[in-house]
């Protein structure tokens, strides 16, 4: 199975600040279609998870801005240029390259 | 809009059945890859299962967790998905969603507690 690893696992972060999360993966997650299937999900407190980010960097419709993802084959980030405090709530790196597709640990994102 | 409806949560006995339904709106359901994630109480996600379509694959996914005992299956002509859990254990007590694709979209979950 292909194992994503999440750091770090709580982040506390000033409002107006940027904040940054890595994940990286046990294998590449280039697919033999040449994507590459890394998804950043959010799931705020008592919420459902919302995605933000798939195949590495493509934002979904009405994700704002400040949201950023990067990264090639096994390592990847998810960056906020300037936290807001709807930032707050925990991030989720996922797979889905393989059977079967699993998520990191989560980060924790608290504001200071 | 895209909408995605569960429900057939509730408090069932160790060893017991639930079947999970979803009502998807909003969206081609029947080309849609669809999916059934479940969240313990404060814990992380895991994905469950998974009835693929992509690629010319359309085939069914289970977690090792959960393989011989839940069945997911759809109805098409109802636009739902539906999760059948048998045997049930205390550990798949946790929050069930179901989400569209690779998880473009998620319903509001439904709570399975098993316990005596």
């Known amino acids: 199975d292909v194992v994503v690893t999440q750091s770090p696992l709580s982040l506390s972060v000033t409002l107006g600040q940027p904040a940054s999360i890595s994940c990286r993966s046990s294998?590449?997650?280039?697919?033999?279609?040449?994507?590459?299937?890394l998804n950043w999900f959010h799931q705020r407190p008592g919420q459902s998870p919302r995605r933000l980010i798939y195949?590495?960097?493509n934002r979904d419709s009405g994700v704002p801005d400040r949201f950023s993802g990067s990264g090639s084959g096994t390592d990847f980030t998810l960056k906020i240029s300037r936290v807001e405090a709807e930032d707050i709530g925990v991030y989720y790196c996922m797979h889905s390259i393989q059977w079967p597709w699993t998520f990191g640990q989560g980060t924790k994102v608290e504001i200071k | 809009e895209v909408q995605l409806l569960e429900s057939g949560g509730g408090l069932v006995q160790p060893g017991g059945s639930l079947r999970l339904s979803c009502v998807a709106s909003?969206?081609?359901?029947?080309?849609?890859?669809m999916s059934w994630v479940r969240q313990a109480p404060g814990k992380g996600l895991e994905w469950v299962s998974l009835f693929h379509n992509e690629h010319g694959n359309t085939d069914t996914y289970y977690a090792d967790s959960v393989k011989g005992r839940f069945a997911i299956s759809r109805d098409n002509s109802r636009n739902t998905l539906y999760l059948q859990m048998n045997s049930l254990r205390a550990d798949d007590t946790a929050f069930y969603y179901c989400?569209?694709?690779?998880?473009?979209?998620w319903g509001q979950g439904t709570l399975v507690t098993v316990s005596s």
């Open positions: 989400a569209k694709g690779r998880g473009d979209y």
């Open positions: 909003g969206f081609t359901f029947s080309s849609s890859g």
């Open positions: 294998q590449s997650l280039v697919f033999t279609d040449g994507d590459t299937y």
């Open positions: 195949k590495v960097s």
